[in-house]
């Protein structure tokens, strides 16, 4: 769900691509949030690429 969300797909398009309801894409996001402690796709995706370059 992760790897979708970086490359800018919404949680229903991301939804069939993993062949999951989109409820239960919105339950995956909303841990993702919770882990990272971000509360919107784009802050999400700003931490990922934070955390990115960090590594290199």
């Known amino acids: 769900m992760l790897v979708l969300m970086v490359e800018g797909l919404d949680t ?3 939804a069939k691509r993993l062949g999951i309801a989109p ?3 919105r339950t995956h996001l909303q ?4 882990k990272t402690g971000t ?3 784009s802050e999400l995706v700003r ?4 955390y ?3 590594l290199r």
């Open 39 to 41: 509360a919107r796709q």
């Open 12 to 14: 229903i398009i991301a």
């Open 31 to 34: 841990r993702l949030f919770a």
């Open 52 to 54: 990115v370059e960090e």
């Open 47 to 50: 931490f990922v690429a934070t």
């Open 23 to 25: 409820t239960t894409a």
